[in-house]
């Protein structure tokens, strides 16, 4: 997307679109070993804070 997101800033209103996010998804799941869904990265706003909320969570939940 070539931008350096904030927490507030909405991943579609920055230009993200599906491929950017199956990328992010991939990305996530190969760098952090967590295979997140984009209803769980996306719960309730589409900001990059929520987003690494989001992972965090996942991350921190028992395997």
């Known amino acids: 997307m070539g931008v350096r997101p904030r927490d507030k800033d909405d991943f579609f209103g920055l ?3 599906s491929m950017e996010l ?3 998804l991939m990305a996530v799941e190969d760098r952090l ?3 997140m869904s ?3 990265l ?3 706003e589409f900001t990059f804070g929520a987003s ?3 992972v965090t969570r996942a991350l921190d ?3």
């Open 22 to 24: 199956v990328m992010l």
């Open 38 to 40: 984009m209803d769980e």
């Open 33 to 35: 070993g967590v295979n």
């Open 15 to 17: 230009g993200g679109g």
């Open 42 to 44: 996306f719960t309730d």
């Open 52 to 54: 690494v909320a989001a």
């Open 61 to 63: 939940a028992p395997r």
